[in-house]
């Protein structure tokens, strides 16, 4: 009789040990966005396509051929008229940055996003336990960390952490960290601040593979609040579900396939390889291959197993089997890379325009902004009241090294009956527009139809800026 008591008695002794590890432990291990803040900088930073222009023009080293090439690559791009640049970029001091330049470029951000952030939510910069900055290509001394600490006053035991060199993929290492952070501790807030620092990192030489990165990465940044006290889990945005990181840094290909480096004149910048793609495809596949079963339906996953067993039975190399992704994940954040890496997440995930759109407006209207972007894509969903409370959000995001990102959000607020108060505020309205082409072809096409022979920029820059209005305007 006994023994029969003890096997009765077994299941709920265990059940009761996780109860009691969940109440102590497990329930104060989650990890909660409470709110986040883009950074929009002011109107007076905004590149346009006329600028755009007279930018081009003022460099030295370009010819025609590089003209050419920069044309159809701004046309293609996905960028529009209204995203931003650092301001000694503006002010044509590209090829002799300072390091005050940087330094401002940063503190425009900081101290207007975080400070927004933390009055948005009523919080003191001294309640912040946790602080994580990642910029990846400038690392000042003191670190960009300290600065934040010593202008809000933070308390002497705050834990810190100063990432760079993590590339476009360095928000999600951040809320990893976090993550790990918050399975140790309770109760705590952490912020998280996210940006890149474009002032000394303009190329201003003429190799195709650097000059490319210009008409692409735009000033921009981004603060998290994120929080484990479970008393706040109803006021949260978005609680994190799961989240995978896959590193091809052993890989000589995708090691060097985005690269900070000098050209052969010493020049530096920022290198994309036509290997990029390549690297960047077989990085997703391996990120998906781990973050698929954590987030999809046991039926969707037992249906591709199945389909892939049925097609190798089949010896057929076409039409192989697709998860779909679509089945445990309504919304996709896509990092803003450019309008091919936008195209080929969605060949690969299979979405449609309706997932797409939130990243190609992005990118529209920001630009990709590095390590920021993910957030303004997720601005964007906010502002057209998409995020209903229980659906999924999946983020997506590639960087130097080379790496892929991905983490799973749950909303846990009915945002969608929430009045837009982000960066998207102002222009939501004008989103998406009735077409996404730049007027780059319309001011700058002429040059198509000229003759390497004959057409050549004077050296002197006055000389220079009178040929821009003469024939770019």
Known sequence: MGFFILILLFPSLYLLFHFIKWALINRHQGCYILSYECFKPTDDRKVSTQFSGEIITRNPNLGLNEFKFLLKAAISSGIGEQTYGPRNILMGREESPTLEDSLDEMDEFFQDSIQKLLSKNGISAQEIDVLIVNVSMFASVPSLASRIINHYKMRDDIKVYNLSGMGCSASLISINIVQNVFRHVKDRYALVVTSESLSPNWYTGNDRSMILSNCLFR?????????NKWALRKKAMLKLKCLVRTHHGARDESYGCCMQTEDSLGRLGFHLSKSLPKSAARSLVDNLKELAPKILPAREVIRFVIAV?????????????????????????????????????????????????????????????????????????????????????????????????????????????????????????????????????????????????????????????????????
Request: hydrophobic share 35%.
């Open 309 to 473: 067993m049925l097609h190798k039975g089949t010896g057929e190399r076409n039409n192989k089997p697709m998860i779909n992704f679509k089945t445990g994940v309504q919304h996709f954040c896509i990092h803003t890379g450019g309008k091919a890496v936008i195209d080929g997440l969605g060949e690969n995930l299979k979405l449609g325009e309706y997932e797409l759109e939130p990243a190609r407006m992005t990118l529209h209207r920001f630009g990709n902004t590095s390590a920021s972007s993910l957030w303004y894509v997720l601005g964007y969903m906010e502002a057209k009241k998409r995020l209903k409370r229980g659906e999924k959000v999946l983020m997506v995001s590639f960087g130097a090294g080379f790496k892929c990102n991905s983490c799973l959000w749950e909303v846990v607020s009915d945002l969608h009956e929430c009045e837009c108060d982000n960066v998207w505020k102002d222009c939501i309205n004008d989103y998406p527009p009735n077409s996404l082409a730049n007027p780059y072809m319309e001011k700058f096409g002429w040059i198509q139809n000229e003759d390497a022979n004959t057409f050549k920029l004077p050296e002197d820059l006055q000389e220079r800026i009178d040929f821009y209005h003469a024939n770019f305007n």
């Open 219 to 227: 000033s921009g940044g981004c603060a998290i609040l994120l929080t």
